[in-house]
């Protein structure tokens, strides 16, 4: 009764009599079953044993809503579905949190150069080669001293398009010196 | 790591009652809701003129696509409450299509309140009395809703409390001595779009499992 072919459907029958061995087997194949269905879905093999585990804690709290006269598969897929947009919810929602904004990713970089133990004119030379407004963005911001508020004033642009001009200047500059 | 959890799983597991069908609990909301109205009936009594009103074909009308809407939603209700809609996903649709036939019902009943009947006195009053009224039977539905699995539940949530404001409804029109169509629609129907939404807003904070 507990063979790896036997009906899912009555495998929850006898589960929900009682029969331990019935239901060992019943999520054992749901297991099985869904494991693939998980790994098409999610990155890393970890994620799909934690959702995996999710889901069959769920069937088993669950289980009394099915009556083992239906079939079992788009029972145990409804909730299978059901955790994974949770999980898939809470990930996004977790990765939009901990992202780093995109105004506030510029006004650290400038410090990030600063800290990196090298000075300005160290670097004067390779400044040099980026693009003539980047060169003049930061040698105005990192030799003068300007914030990108005065450069953006000084130079006819508006705040955000100087900051953004920064991010790229620094961004090439990066490339340059780790070459 | 799955072995562990599944031995820990299977050590629980007792003998466990299935669910009832969802068109027997889909039942037993309905008889409960009636037991209610007749209750409601009979302590403060209904209309004086309902008898007359029957004879008014949009009146019956209405009284029946309110009927409607309550078998729609209580076995909608009670199919969203199973994790897969216990497989008949097409009848959780149900009250759609009540609800249109209480638009098409009300359309023609204005159309037919000619010349219109005086706007009562009252007005916002009437959602109160509705919404007051379907407090109970909506909190006995998210009582029995939570022990079920829905992996519906924003939807669940917002057809139990239309089901619970339709048995309001219904009990104020057949209680109010009321025959402006325009009253009805603006205070007694409307505040169902509201409604629905609240019950999406519950079924998260309630149904969720």
């Known amino acids: 009764m507990t063979g790896k072919n036997d009906n899912l459907e009555v495998l929850m029958q006898l589960a929900l009599k009682g029969d331990q061995r019935a239901y060992a087997s019943l999520?054992?194949?749901?297991?099985?079953?869904?494991?693939?269905?998980?790994?098409?879905?999610?990155?890393?093999?970890?994620?799909?044993?934690?959702?995996?585990?999710?889901?069959?804690?769920?069937?088993?709290?669950?289980?009394?809503?099915?009556?083992?006269?239906?079939?079992y598969k788009p029972w145990a897929y409804a909730i299978a579905k059901f955790r994974l947009?949770?999980?898939?919810?809470?990930?996004?929602?977790?990765?939009?949190?901990?992202?780093?904004?995109?105004?506030?990713?510029?006004?650290?970089?400038p410090e990030d150069v600063t800290e990196t133990g090298f000075s300005?004119?160290?670097?004067?030379?390779?400044?040099?080669?980026?693009?003539?407004?980047?060169?003049?963005?930061?040698?105005?911001?990192?030799?003068?001293?300007y914030t990108a508020k005065?450069?953006?004033?000084?130079?006819?642009m508006n705040e955000s398009a100087v900051k953004v001009a920064a991010h790229r200047a620094y961004k090439l500059l990066r490339k340059m010196l780790e070459r | 790591m799955i072995d562990n959890l599944i031995d820990s799983l299977i050590a629980d597991a007792v003998e466990l009652k299935p669910a009832p069908h969802p068109f027997t609990l889909s039942l037993q909301w309905l008889g409960v809701a009636a037991i209610y109205l007749a209750l409601s009936f009979a302590l403060f009594g209904q209309r004086p003129d309902l008898a007359a009103q029957f004879h008014q074909p949009w009146f019956t009308a209405e009284i029946a696509a309110l009927l409607c809407i309550l078998v729609a939603t209580s076995l909608s209700a009670a199919l969203l409450v199973f994790p897969d809609l216990h497989q008949l996903r097409g009848?959780?649709?149900?009250?759609?299509?009540?609800?249109?036939?209480l638009i098409v019902v009300l359309f023609f009943a204005w159309q037919a309140d000619t010349?219109?009947?005086?706007?009562?006195?009252?007005?916002?009053?009437?959602?109160?009395?509705?919404?007051?009224?379907?407090?109970?039977?909506?909190?006995?539905?998210?009582?029995?809703?939570?022990?079920?699995?829905s992996t519906h539940y924003r939807w669940a949530g917002s057809v139990?409390?239309?089901?619970?404001?339709?048995?309001?409804?219904?009990?104020?029109?057949?209680?109010?001595?009321?025959?402006?169509?325009?009253?009805?629609?603006?205070?007694?129907y409307l505040p169902m779009l509201a409604i629905g939404?609240?019950?999406?807003?519950?079924g998260k904070k309630i149904l969720k499992w």
């Open chain 1, 85 to 109: 947009s949770d999980f898939l919810r809470a990930h996004y929602a977790d990765q939009l949190y901990h992202a780093v904004d995109f105004d506030e990713l510029e006004e650290m970089l």
């Open chain 2, 197 to 202: 939404v609240t019950g999406m807003w519950l």
């Open chain 2, 160 to 188: 139990a409390l239309l089901f619970a404001f339709s048995v309001g409804a219904l009990w104020l029109r057949l209680f109010e001595v009321n025959n402006s169509i325009v009253h009805v629609i603006e205070w007694h």
């Open chain 2, 115 to 149: 010349p219109p009947a005086l706007l009562p006195v009252h007005s916002f009053e009437c959602t109160i009395s509705i919404a007051l009224f379907s407090l109970l039977p909506a909190g006995g539905m998210f009582f029995v809703m939570h022990h079920f699995a």
């Open chain 1, 120 to 145: 300005y004119e160290s670097i004067h030379a390779e400044v040099q080669k980026l693009p003539e407004k980047q060169a003049a963005i930061l040698a105005m911001m990192h030799q003068d001293g």
């Open chain 2, 91 to 101: 009848f959780a649709f149900a009250p759609l299509a009540a609800f249109v036939l």
């Open chain 1, 27 to 71: 999520l054992q194949q749901t297991s099985h079953l869904l494991r693939p269905y998980l790994a098409r879905r999610l990155n890393s093999a970890g994620e799909v044993d934690d959702l995996l585990q999710e889901i069959l804690i769920s069937i088993h709290k669950a289980r009394h809503t099915y009556d083992g006269n239906r079939p």
């Open chain 1, 150 to 156: 005065e450069v953006a004033a000084k130079m006819e």
